[in-house]
């Protein structure tokens, strides 16, 4: 099925931003390979709001409350 003229170029529009971001994120990941994992995440975190602006919220807020609860937990377990 054909999307009519206006969700059509949303669409598009969402999906040049997701090859986009895909683009950059693994750019990111290659220059912090070092980087220890809260800086990753809050990195990509950045690159999200950048790319999808508000819509980043609501295509990743899930998997970030998931990775925030993670790095949490890492916090706690290691905290002497």
Do not use: K, N, S
């Amino acid at each position: 099925a054909r999307l009519e003229d206006p969700a059509e170029a949303a669409a598009l529009q969402l999906l040049a931003r997701f090859v986009a971001y895909r683009e950059r994120g693994r750019t990111l990941a290659g220059g912090m390979e070092d980087a220890e994992l809260d800086e990753r995440a809050a990195a990509l975190r950045a690159l999200r709001r950048e790319v999808f602006a508000a819509d980043a919220a609501a295509l990743f807020a899930d998997e970030e409350a998931v990775l925030a609860f993670a790095l949490a937990q890492r916090r706690i377990a290691t905290d002497p």
